[in-house]
């Protein structure tokens, strides 16, 4: 893959690293962790410019996120309460406890979306939620774009710095984000498990 990317960055230029990172945010297997040190690898051997390299990956993780942000707001907090309260039983998921989600989000929503946009397994999952709980759009882009540009210009600079081991960033990054997302997993199964046991011992 690492080959691929290379080619279609060399043949396309910076419309080629905005393209991948609109489709990193779609498709997460295609990893920014491998997209943006490739990159700048290319930047070092002077094929790009590594400040464009930087500008062209934050503008395509920006608006890559805008898909699912709309998303969020078509299905909206309203309608996953009624789903919920109608056919998340299965999930011992209620109504109520997407209120106290969308709650959570609507208190802490500019600091999950910046902080979150750098952390790997769960950067590409946060527009969805910050469309549900109807976080402005416009503050949703700021902090996007700054969390997105911070990310970028740490892993197109690693590639940069690396060189022809730009391949060594995602084999350190790309673990993170598989224990990111298998946390969540746990933590979901956890969580089930608890509230269905919970009316038992009561």
Known sequence: MAEWILGFMNSLGYPGI??????????????SELILPAAGFAAAQGKLNLMGVV??????????????????RIVNEERLVVWADRYGRWLTLR???IRKADDWFDRHGPKAVL??????????????????????LPSFLIYSAIGS??????????????????????QYV?????GVVALLVVSSVVWIVWRRRRPQAG
């Open 55 to 72: 500008l062209a990956g934050a503008l395509g993780s920006v608006l890559g996120t805008l898909p699912p942000y709309y998303l969020g």
């Open 174 to 178: 790309g673990p993170i984000g598989t």
């Open 149 to 170: 540009g911070l990310w970028a210009t740490l892993l197109a600079g690693a590639g940069y710095l690396l060189g022809n081991n730009y391949e060594v960033v995602e």
């Open 95 to 97: 109504g109520k406890d």
């Open 115 to 136: 902080f979150g946009r750098m952390i790997p397994g769960i950067r590409s999952l946060l527009s969805l939620p910050a469309g549900m709980s109807e976080m402005p």
């Open 18 to 31: 905005v393209l991948l990172m609109i489709a990193e945010n779609l498709f997460p297997p295609l990893p």
